[in-house]
Nanobody, 125 residues
Framework: QVQLVESVGGLVQAGGSLRLSCTAS????????IGWFRQAPGNEREGVSC??????ATNYADFVKGRFTISRDSAKVYLQMDDLKAEDTAVYYC????????????????????WGQGTQVTVSS
């Protein structure tokens, strides 16, 4: 059974940094692209950043370019978040799918093979 587990998020001041991780198990971990999505109260889920199955391709939403960095170490995917802003406050989810990173980051409602449970990130201004 496919499983994704996100690390615990947290509370950070604006301008600060936080690193999330997503650990995959239960399938051929390198077979899938992994993406990070987020959903703030009252907002639609949106794609944040995605990475290909072997880590050679990445995709970032415009609103995180230059601030967030996605990386992959086999079954674990990291999202390094720097220069955080209040508007980054949301529940962050990771998902796994056999799709391209471009498709993944632009398709937040697609029925991916697995979703994590979500982790809260709160940025205080």
């Amino acid at each position: 059974q496919v499983q994704l587990v996100e690390s615990v998020g947290g509370l950070v001041q604006a301008g600060g940094s936080l690193r999330l991780s997503c650990t995959a198990s239960g399938f051929t971990e390198n077979y899938f692209a992994i993406g990070w999505f987020r959903q703030a109260p009252g907002n639609e889920r949106e794609g944040v950043s995605c990475i290909s199955k072997n880590g050679d391709a990445t995709n970032y939403a415009d609103f995180v370019k230059g601030r967030f960095t996605i990386s992959r170490d086999s079954a674990k995917v990291y999202l390094q978040m720097d220069d955080l802003k209040a508007e980054d406050t949301a529940v962050y989810y990771c998902a796994a799918g056999f799709v391209s990173v471009q498709f993944m980051c632009n398709s937040p409602h697609y029925p991916y093979d697995a979703w994590g449970q979500g982790t809260q990130v709160t940025v205080s201004s």
